[in-house]
């Protein structure tokens, strides 16, 4: 025998002394346990990594042998400690599933030395066979000792099992047949059945009526298994059999089936004329039919592992040495001959990332299983994502000694995972916008996954955890049922479900919701979960009740009254008429709405109904229509129909409501009223005339105030200007004063009567408007204020200004009435401060009833910092003559206000004032937005 034989041949043995050893310790020898239980302490695990792993390490399988040893004493280790548990039986069964992994273990030994010897691997690479051929024929020896006390044991204690049965058996015999496993006795060399205990009649699916018969004739298809040859050997040996998973073909119901049981055939020495065989067997069909998927699983790992590209990795954690695969350096980016080394892999990790890699190794150490996800850089600079796997291994000291792991190229699947939390934000603010809450119900856990949304719509607290009970005892009682038969028979189909009922909140509050979802089913069609939306309705139902009522209350309302009243749809189908139309043309609801409503209708006007009713649908502008309606009498009576469009807050037209008025006797007197207009018509001719000569009448007289009556006022201002300057020292003192009051009374006069020209004038002007740039009118306007405002330490702040369509001198008389007012209303030791400011604004905005809803306004506001008034004169204060002050503390005639409201309304706007005592006035003009 060659070298490379002879080296593995010492495997083997090593490796069959190993479940020798362990056999002889579960069956009672007291040897060391160490080198069964200890991978340091075994002769295989030696050979492995101080000369196979250094000799043939380039082999992949060599590597796979290793893991498989690991798992072996795994399985040593526990099967070792059942047994020292007391647990004896449970122990030696496990036998079983490690020489599964014991057969794999010498399977992957083979295949190492088969590629080795295909290699022509030199034979000096191989240990002496001198000493490899010393140590074999020691572990040979120590093998055959051992096999020989094993088998010593177990036929002592066969020996035992059988003294021991002999003494059981009449009781066995009395109570077999109530045993919980399945027993029967057979006699004789035909093996007739004698007895047989229910368990066993199910086993091969017989009844009673088989005791007494031959078993291969009651059962044929063991003939040909080895069944009989089984139990002739018991016969004639006298000797028990054991079988461990035999693999039995027969039929049960009807089935052929393969099955395998566990069995002992037992000699019976009860000194009977017929020698017998008692049977005592257990199915294990399940168990094997496991152990074979456990291969086949671990098949499917190895190839599972190539298929998703995983790269293995054992470091030595002491010497950080570190053995990997090549699709390990391929993630790495490296190729196959090369051979980077631990640290240098390490140095890949991203800066960011090192101090998760560190984490997961301080958990590892402490709970043996390591896991993490970080990113490398390659050497060109590319980042890839990884995720690693590892456990890691102790010494007896407990110090972390070794790390077995996997490592996963996951960069696409992070791309994947950012493209869905895009998506998942995207998707969260479309449900916030829309007020929907999600949910996901799991039928199995009774647990229930709320949204922040969805807990509140159901009143619950925010760190609540919801399950499937708190959802169903929200159900309003009157709903539940409905609820729930709606939402089986949706599942059942495998359809969506759209549902809206009630709910109960925490606080007792009644809700309605609207839920949306769908079932999510696992390969048998059973519903696992429900996922979907609930949105609260309730504002919505309560709105649709209030609806309802109010149509209600319309069609009480309508069919109560005499006129004919209609709806329409948004298409101008009519769809709705009140009692008094089919009271007055004698049709039935049937006919009208079957064969139409233009039946009614007089012929010479259907053509011309038809077009303006569709025209009004298509622009959305009111329907008026005078035509003939059709009486139950056969009569044609005049109608006036008007049809307006319902709108929404958008402006979007929902439905036309309608009514149609008969105006038969307004047409029968419409010649008379021809004939009255007609009349008064002349008279108008008149009045126009009589007021015309009014008009003349109005300009002589503002002719005779602004020339007649100003002149004897100048007058008399002059002589008594004249008399207080040559005769002021002949006067008394009570003289003085007099003419001192008929100055001052005679400056009023002038003052009121130039007011009151002001305020004609603004009516009949002719109104001639043009381009104004308010900027530049208030700039001249501020030089004529300029010295008062000195005087007073004043200021006018002047902002940016529109320019407007406006009557420029009119403009400039009402800047300088506020203007004015804003100074002479200053408070006394305060300095006046006045503010112009503009903006734009839409007639709603505006708070006025004169503004037109939809209309741009210029909004021009005059404040100031003085006496103000109280708020509740603010509309009294433009009229005329009005006065908030004693004439004695403030000069004027209370004319100036009034003006400035006809110089707005001059221009189509409006004026409004605001103000609070000692805080100062703010007076607002509205004008319409230049066009």
């Known amino acids: 025998m060659y070298n490379l034989q002879l080296d593995f041949e010492q495997a083997r043995t090593r490796h069959l002394l190993f479940k020798t050893k362990l056999r002889s310790v579960l069956y009672g020898s007291e040897i060391d346990t160490k080198s069964v239980i200890s991978y340091a302490d075994c002769a295989v695990s030696k050979w492995i990594y101080e000369h196979a792993l250094k000799a043939y390490g380039h082999i992949p399988e060599m590597h796979q042998l290793k893991l498989v040893h690991i798992n072996l004493h795994e399985s040593a280790q526990e099967l070792v400690r059942l047994y020292k548990d007391g647990k004896i039986d449970k122990a030696r069964r496990g036998l079983s599933n490690l020489e599964l992994i014991a057969d794999h273990f010498a399977a992957l030994l083979t295949v190492v030395e088969l590629k080795l010897q295909l290699s022509n691997y030199p034979a000096a690479a ?74 066993y009649l199910q086993h091969i699916d017989k009844t009673a009526d088989i005791v007494g018969k031959r078993l291969f004739e009651e059962l044929p298809e063991l003939e040909k298994q080895g069944v009989r040859e089984m139990l002739n050997s018991v016969l004639d040996t006298g000797n028990p059999f054991v079988g461990t998973d035999v693999e039995i073909r027969m039929k049960r119901n009807g089935i052929n089936e393969t099955l395998y049981f566990n069995f002992v055939y037992k000699p019976l020495d009860d000194h009977e004329t017929i020698p017998g065989i008692m049977i005592v067997c257990s199915e294990v069909t399940d168990q094997v039919i496991a152990k074979k998927a456990m291969i086949e699983n671990q098949q499917r790992l190895n190839i599972a592992i190539e298929a998703t590209a995983l790269g293995t990795y054992e470091v030595n954690l002491k010497t950080a040495e570190l053995v990997y695969s090549d699709r390990y350096l391929e993630i790495f980016g490296y190729a196959p001959h090369e051979k980077p080394g631990h640290k240098e892999l390490v140095k890949c990790i991203h800066e960011d990332d090192v101090h998760i890699r560190e984490q997961a190794f301080a958990i590892a150490f402490e709970t043996s299983k390591l896991f993490y996800e970080v990113r490398i850089i390659l050497r060109d600079q590319s980042v890839r994502w990884l995720r690693a796997f590892g456990k890691v291994f102790f010494d007896d000291k407990g110090t972390p000694e070794k790390m077995l792991g996997t490592v996963m ?132 139902k309560h709105a649709e009740d209030e609806l309802n009522i109010s149509v209600q209350k319309f069609r009480l309302l309508a069919d109560s009254m005499p006129q004919f009243v209609w709806t329409g749809d948004t298409a101008g189908n009519l769809n709705y008429f009140n009692q008094s139309v089919f009271d007055y043309t004698g049709l039935t609801p049937a006919q009208i709405y079957l064969e139409g409503w233009l039946q009614i209708v007089h012929p010479d006007d259907r053509e011309e109904n038809i077009e303006k009713w569709m025209q009004a649908i298509q622009t959305g502008n009111d329907f008026i229509f005078e035509h003939r309606f059709k009486k139950n009498t056969g009569e044609y009576r005049w109608q006036l129909s008007r049809a307006i469009a319902q709108r929404n807050k958008t402006g979007e037209i929902q439905m036309w409501v309608g009514t149609s008025t008969d105006i038969q006797d307004q047409k029968t007197s419409a010649q008379k009223l021809e004939e009255l207009i007609k009349e008064r018509t002349k008279e108008l001719k008149n009045a126009n005339i009589e007021l015309e000569s009014m008009n003349q009448e109005l300009r002589s007289f503002t002719y005779i105030s602004s020339h007649d009556l100003q002149e004897p006022l100048r007058k008399i201002q002059t002589f008594i200007s004249r008399i207080q300057n040559s005769d002021s020292g002949t006067l008394s003192k009570e003289g003085a004063n007099y003419f001192a009051r008929i100055q001052q009374s005679a400056n009023k006069m002038k003052t009121l009567i130039n007011d009151l020209l002001t305020y004609s004038r603004t009516s009949a002007t002719e109104k001639v408007f043009e381009k104004t740039n308010l900027n530049l009118l208030l700039h001249e306007i501020k030089t004529e204020f300029t010295e008062v405002l000195k005087e007073k330490n004043g200021s006018l702040e002047i902002s940016n200004l529109p320019e407007i369509n406006a009557i420029p001198f009119q403009l400039r008389q009402l800047f300088i009435n506020l203007i004015s007012n804003a100074i002479k209303f200053s408070r006394p030791s305060v300095p006046p401060v006045i503010k112009i400011s503009s903006a734009i604004l839409l007639g709603r905005d505006t708070d006025n009833a004169n503004a037109h809803e939809n209309e741009l306004y210029h909004q021009i506001i005059v404040s100031d910092n003085g006496i103000g008034f109280d708020p509740s004169y603010k509309d009294k204060i433009f009229e005329v003559f009005q006065r908030l002050h004693p004439k004695t503390e403030y000069e004027g005639t209370g004319i100036g206000l009034s003006i400035c409201t006809k110089i707005a309304q001059n221009h189509n706007g409006f004026i409004s004032a605001s103000g609070e005592l000692n805080k100062g006035a703010a007076f607002t003009i509205y004008l319409p937005l230049l066009k």
């Open 126 to 199: 191989i240990r002496d066979n001198e000493a490899v051929l010393n140590n074999t024929h020691k572990e040979l020896l120590e093998l055959h000792t051992s096999l020989h006390e094993l088998d010593a044991r177990i036929r002592k204690q066969t020996d035992e099992l059988v003294s021991t049965q002999r003494g059981v058996e009449n009781k066995l015999r009395n109570h077999f047949s109530h045993a919980p496993v399945a027993i029967c006795i057979l006699r004789g060399a035909e093996f007739v059945l004698e007895l047989a205990n229910d368990m």
């Open 409 to 540: 190229d996951i960069t696409k699947e992070k791309a994947a995972e950012e493209k869905i939390r895009k998506a998942n934000e995207v998707l969260e603010i479309a449900l916030q916008s829309a007020k929907l809450g999600t949910y996901e119900l799991n039928i199995k856990s009774g647990k229930a996954n709320f949204s922040l949304l969805c807990k509140e719509i159901f009143g619950f607290e925010p760190d609540k955890d919801v399950t499937l009970e708190d959802v169903r005892s929200s159900t309003h009682p009157d709903d539940k049922e409905i609820t729930r038969s709606y939402m089986l028979e949706a599942l059942a189909n495998k359809q969506n479900y759209d549902a809206e009922y009630r709910i109960i909140t925490a606080d007792k509050s009644i809700r309605w919701i609207s839920i949306s979802g769908k079932g999510v089913y696992d390969a048998e069609g059973n519903v696992k979960k429900l996922i979907g939306v609930i949105e609260n309705i309730t504002d919505r």
